[in-house]
């Protein structure tokens, strides 16, 4: 039975033909592909975008510093219909390159403030770029970037706080300005809703770091800045790219120490001011708040106007008017416009604490008690600001008030225009206080005899006119010219080459032997005055002296 069986089954397969194997070897053959492309596969992930523009199901390429990392398998809208969801077979051994530090973004064609990007997508199509992050984490889900990322998240350098009341003045990009120079990049803008301010994130590249200290000071660069303050005009141009585009600059002010360089790990959350003037008045915490009281119009202060010592800064106007309806509830007599002003000791002292505030605190008042007052005064004739300016005045007034809703009020006294107003009121009351009546009178008595005076002197002018016009008046300048010449005549006949000259010289000569001969006589009569009377005594000849 064995036997026929197997004589059967012989026979059957002797009629399989060989074509079979080769569907066999093309199953094995797909089988083992298949394997191969399913091992060979990396991770999927889900990228989820606002807008899918430009990308396409199984064209769209996911590239890492231009290397391909995978493909986009498919686009589908999320289940509300809000974003879109791309799907992504990333290659194999791809998965350290997704953590929780990774980022993704379509690279496009664009223009932005370092000039147009992305121009080889026009002819091979977008393509989504992968920037490796260095995450603790495995992730496969990501919310894509609408820009590119200002820098790495391995890049060396600082990223940090900026906090500001200001929405929309500075965007992802701008630059970050030390001197005129970028430095770094404004990272990310987010405005929060619950303290009303906006938060930024910059980041400042390396070595350029240790420029930021905890003194330092950040304001906006709007690229140009033109401003007309009380000391005239001012016109700050930045770079061109910031005058453009906006950006952030900082620095310390001179006035103040350069201050500590700040760690990686600062949690340090810094303010962003409109302009440099108000980052630099920013740098003054130590501040002594006071009340000043005007009588004088106000228009031209405004807040940020110097208030000065004899020509020195020493403090900033804050608010013009200051709670004004509060003047209701004072004990003021007249209608006195309040205004703020801070005195800022860190001007005139490099380093202030608060027991140093309280000694500034009540210094002041001593000063306030010998006679410091403040005033208004114009800085800019052309423009018409004001300024405070205090100093010290010999009869101080008392002030009007000790405090004013509780702040401390600075003695003040009227301003220039004031006091000429003030004087000519007075002028004007002495004036009127005149006997007006008298005056007249007595100016009419005065201008009567100065009719008669000025009538005398007519008459008197007419009669030398007469005496003028005479003809023997006339005749005496020809009479005097003739005698002038007739004494001309006179001088030339005793000139050096006239005859009378030679005699005259002659004349002189005989005088002088005249006077020759008679100085023996005179001597004689000198030594012995009778000699004209009795006769000389006989004079001997002088005997010589006998030898010894």
Do not use: C
């Amino acid at each position: 039975m064995s036997d026929q069986t197997s004589t059967a089954l012989r026979k059957r397969l002797r009629y399989i033909s060989p074509v079979w194997l080769v569907p066999l070897i093309a199953l094995l053959i797909g089988a083992w592909m298949l394997y191969h492309s399913l091992s060979e596969q990396g991770p999927e992930v889900t990228l989820i975008m606002d807008s899918a523009e430009g990308i396409e199901s199984g064209r769209t390429l996911i590239k890492a510093r231009n290397v391909e990392v995978g493909h986009v398998t498919s686009v589908t809208l999320s289940d509300d219909t809000q974003h879109a969801v791309v799907k992504a077979r990333m290659n194999n051994n791809t998965e350290r390159l997704l953590n929780n530090g990774t980022r993704f973004w379509v690279v496009k064609p664009r223009i932005g403030r370092e000039g147009i990007s992305g121009l080889g997508t026009v002819l091979s199509g977008n393509y989504i770029q992968l920037q490796p992050g260095h995450g603790d984490k495995e992730k496969y889900t990501f919310q894509m970037l609408d820009q590119p990322p200002v820098a790495p998240p391995d890049a060396q350098g600082l990223r940090l706080h900026l906090s500001s009341t200001m929405a929309g003045s500075l965007s992802v990009g701008d630059p970050v300005l030390f001197n005129g120079y970028t430095v770094g990049r404004v990272e990310k803008v987010n405005f929060d809703a619950d303290d009303r301010q906006v938060h930024y994130q910059l980041f400042i590249q390396a070595p350029y770091e240790k420029l930021v200290t905890t003194n330092t000071r950040f304001w906006s660069a709007a690229g140009f800045n033109f401003d007309v303050n009380s000391e005239g005009f001012s016109l700050n141009l930045d770079s061109l790219e910031s005058l453009v585009s906006g950006g952030v600059a900082f620095g310390v002010p001179e006035d103040i120490p350069p201050g500590d360089p700040i760690g990686q790990e600062s949690d340090l959350d810094f303010t962003l001011y409109a302009d440099r003037d108000s980052a630099y008045q920013g740098s003054f915490n130590y501040n002594l708040r006071y009340v000043v009281l005007i009588d004088d119009t106000v228009r031209g202060l405004n807040p940020g106007a110097p208030v000065e010592y004899r020509g020195v800064r020493v403090g900033t106007v804050d608010s013009v008017p200051w709670h004004i309806d509060k003047l209701s509830q004072s004990s003021l007599n007249s209608f006195k416009i309040p205004v703020l002003i801070r005195i800022e000791p860190q001007r005139l002292q490099a380093r202030v604490d608060k027991p140093a505030l309280e000694e500034w605190r009540k210094r002041m008042q001593h000063m306030f008690d010998n006679g410091l007052r403040a005033s208004l005064k114009t800085g800019n004739l052309f423009t018409g600001q004001l300024f405070v300016d205090t100093n010290f005045v010999d009869d101080p007034s008392a002030p009007a008030a000790k405090a004013y809703d509780g702040v401390p009020v600075f003695p003040s006294q009227p301003s220039g225009f004031a006091q000429i107003e003030q004087k000519v009121t007075a002028l004007l009351d002495k004036l009127n206080g005149l006997d007006v009546n008298g005056t007249v009178n007595r100016l009419n008595q005065t201008l009567a005899q100065s009719d008669q005076l000025l009538s005398e002197l007519g008459d008197t002018a007419d009669t030398l006119n007469q005496v003028l016009n005479q003809r023997s008046t006339q005749e005496l300048p020809n009479e005097l010219k003739n005698t002038l010449q007739s004494i001309q005549q006179t001088l030339q006949g005793y000139s050096r080459n006239a005859p009378a000259y030679d005699q005259l010289t002659s004349t002189l000569k005989e005088l002088n032997q005249l006077m020759h001969s008679l100085q023996p006589a005179a001597r004689t009569l000198s030594e012995k005055p009778n000699s004209l009377i009795f006769n000389r005594d006989e004079i001997h000849d002088p005997q010589p002296r006998a030898p010894q």
